[in-house]
């Protein structure tokens, strides 16, 4: 044990549990690929920390703290939370990753271990592509973030499309960026493939409601393949209350006439579901005729993985960070989100069981690559390099 790097993840969503969002399940997916190949494996908030268990693929706490009094002040200073303390004191992690930026005091850190940060989209990109005004907060934000991004150890990027994205927005230069796509742990999907072949009349969206998640888009898309003849119904996976849009974003929603476009919309043709569990989420993939992303922007959203890998075709904007991979080997259809035309043609298509069984078998070498060697090695060798790097 003594010669495997100890890696740590620090992120406020806990990597376990049947309803995680895309970060942790990033992280979940991480530590068993790291585990398996010479690594222990982390997660902290900065109070719980737990170690992932590669003999059981899930996680175990192994020790919490109270926040105290002083615990705000504290996460604007990580090497002082007493779950970070602890990792770095006790449990001597070689590296810390902070897997969607951060925007505090990170320089302290380096002193005890390597950093690495992951770009996702930090909460200032996430609102800029969310169209939103920055405040004074969000400014400051954005200053730490890129202070941050050039004192690390090293920068990691999971698509060129979030690297030069991050690039321009903090004004650092690419050659900082290690671009490598998110690897998926294979173990953590039960397969069914007979199940895989009987597709059913419905397409499936997987998303917050957010602006760069498109939902107007994927809308007024699905109104015009209605009206184009389409016959499948759409299922639309997303927060608890449709509805209950938070601030800032439910000013854009009214701007945007989505609930408009939801009156417009028959009952049987459109269901909201309230966050599932992601077995339930699968299930719904499995059967059906695509999976559809048409998000405005997205570094590489877990949901087009976990599609692959039970074998859904895809129709997916042209602006995300899959594109390349997508388009390499043929795994579904890109469209432009802003042509509804062009998206209901897509849908159309997909209706045609001849088209859903190429594209599922395509989707197989996709898939391949994700749980490929290739990629894994690339991944593990990338920490190893942070560990050994001067």
């Known amino acids: 044990m003594s010669n495997r790097i100890k890696i740590a993840f620090f992120h406020d969503s806990e990597p376990w549990g049947s309803k995680m969002g895309g970060i942790a399940t990033y992280i979940l997916h991480r530590a068993s690929i790291l585990s398996k190949n010479n690594f222990n494996v ?3 908030d ?7 268990n590669n003999s059981i693929n899930d996680w175990e706490i192994i020790k919490e703290f109270n926040a105290g009094k002083f615990f705000r002040v504290k996460k604007r200073l990580p090497d002082l939370l007493p779950g970070i303390k602890y990792l770095i004191d006790e449990i001597k992690i070689d590296i810390i990753e902070f897997p969607d930026s951060y925007s505090y005091k990170i ?3 380096k002193k005890k271990c390597k950093v690495v940060i992951q770009c996702h989209t930090s909460s200032p990109v996430r609102e800029f592509l969310n169209d939103l005004r920055p405040g004074i907060r969000s400014k400051l934000n954005a200053k730490r973030i890129k202070k941050n991004l050039l004192n690390a150890d090293k920068i990691l990027a999971c698509s060129y499309e979030i690297a030069l994205l991050t690039s321009g927005f903090y004004k650092i230069h690419t050659d900082y960026f290690n671009v490598i ?3 998926f742990a294979k173990e953590l999907f039960n397969d069914k493939k007979a199940e895989q072949r009987e597709r059913e009349n419905y397409f499936i969206a997987v998303a917050n409601v957010e602006y760069l998640k498109g939902i107007d888009l994927l809308l007024k898309a699905f109104l015009q393949y209605k009206k184009n003849g389409g016959k499948n119904k759409l299922y639309y996976v997303g927060p608890k209350h449709l509805f209950d849009v938070p601030p800032p974003m439910d000013k854009k929603w009214i701007q945007l006439g989505t609930d408009k476009l939801l009156s417009e919309l ?5 269901e909201f579901i309230a966050y599932l569990t992601k077995e339930k989420v699968y299930d719904l993939m499995r059967k059906a005729s695509a999976t559809i992303v048409l998000s405005r922007f997205e570094a590489f959203t877990m949901v087009i993985g976990e599609a692959s890998l039970v074998e859904c075709p895809l129709i997916v904007s042209n602006r995300l960070g899959w594109n390349n991979l997508v388009n390499k080997f043929d795994a579904g259809i890109l469209v432009n989100p802003y042509n509804k035309e062009e998206v209901a043609n897509a849908m159309i298509m997909v209706e045609n069981k001849n088209t859903v069984n190429e594209y599922s078998e395509n ?3 996709l898939y391949g690559y994700l749980i490929s060697d290739e990629l894994y090695s690339k991944t593990v060798n990338f920490y190893k390099s942070a560990v050994n790097e001067k």
Do not use: Q
């Not at 900065?46 to 992932?52: D, E, H, M, Q, S």
């Not at 028959?266 to 459109?270: L, S």
């Open 266 to 270: 028959k009952a049987e043709d459109f």
């Open 46 to 52: 900065g109070l719980k920390v737990a170690f992932f």
């Open 107 to 109: 320089k302290p850190l």
């Open 42 to 44: 982390y997660w902290s």
């Open 181 to 183: 796509p998110h690897a």
């Open 363 to 365: 989707i197989k070498n």
